[in-house]
T-cell receptor, first 113, second 118 residues
Framework: QKEVEQNSGPLSVPEGAIASLNCTYS??????FFWYRQYSGKSPELIMS????GDKEDGRFTAQLNKASQYVSLLIRDSQPSDSATYLC?????????????FGRGTSLIVHP | GAVVSQHPSWVICKSGTSVKIECRSL??????MFWYRQFPKQSLMLMAT?????????EQGVEKDKFLINHASLTLSTLTVTSAHPEDSSFYIC??????????????FGPGTRLTVL
């Protein structure tokens, strides 16, 4: 049984701060890792994907992957109230073409002015 | 990016009735679409993989006779919840891959359908 664990939160940070979201996974051979943002009542939208150990930056977002420790994190710099949402971590054994990701329950982020 | 639509966006029905949800890829062809269900404050749970021109592949624990999936064309998949009951009330989301232009790992989600069964 593949498991993806996230702290449900809510994680509350002030505007302008760095928000740090964490995710751990159980299947050691996982290869693909995704972060989705989901606003209340809406479907998820892809923020970042990461496949190799280390950091990957895209604008205010940085994904960090450590396969040895089986965790992946998402950092949001200069957090804005519009970043308030639930962030879903998804983990896959490989590409979407062959493997369907397993989703975590999500971490609720609240950015207060 | 590619656009996936769902219809209806929300539906309220009486217990025992059937509800059909449509998922369309608007500007690309999708040989495979995925149907998810999400209960409040829960993760996305994959229900089934819908393959154009063939039978859907259901995840363990999902009743194929209750959740009928038809993928009649490369741009349309439908999910029919038969004899719906209050416990079927949930947020149903479809997703699709654009094989022609996207990388292996790019998946596009529809906006979701909120089903409430009274």
């Amino acid at each position: 049984q593949k498991e993806v664990e996230q702290n449900s939160g809510p994680l509350s940070v002030p505007e302008g701060a760095i928000a740090s979201l964490n995710c751990t996974y159980s299947d050691r051979v996982s290869q693909s890792f995704f972060w989705y943002r989901q606003y209340s009542g809406k479907s998820p939208e892809l923020i970042m994907s990461i496949y190799s150990n280390g950091d990957k930056e895209d604008g205010r977002f940085t994904a960090q992957l450590n396969k040895a420790s089986q965790y992946v994190s998402l950092l949001i710099r200069d957090s804005q109230p519009s970043d308030s949402a639930t962030y879903l971590c998804a983990v896959s054994l490989g590409s979407w073409g062959s493997y369907i990701p397993t989703f975590g329950r999500g971490t609720s982020l609240i950015v207060h002015p | 990016g590619a656009v996936v639509s769902q219809h209806p966006s929300w539906v309220i029905c009486k217990s025992g009735t059937s509800v059909k949800i449509e998922c369309r890829s608007l500007d690309f062809q999708a040989t495979t679409m995925f149907w998810y269900r999400q209960f409040p404050k829960q993760s996305l749970m994959l229900m089934a993989t819908s393959n154009e021109g063939s039978k859907a592949t259901y995840e363990q624990g999902v009743e194929k006779d209750k959740f009928l999936i038809n993928h009649a064309s490369l741009t349309l998949s439908t999910l029919t919840v038969t004899s719906a009951h209050p416990e079927d009330s949930s947020f149903y989301i479809c997703s699709a891959r654009d094989l022609a232009t996207s990388g292996d790992n790019e998946q596009f989600f529809g906006p979701g359908t909120r089903l409430t069964v009274l």
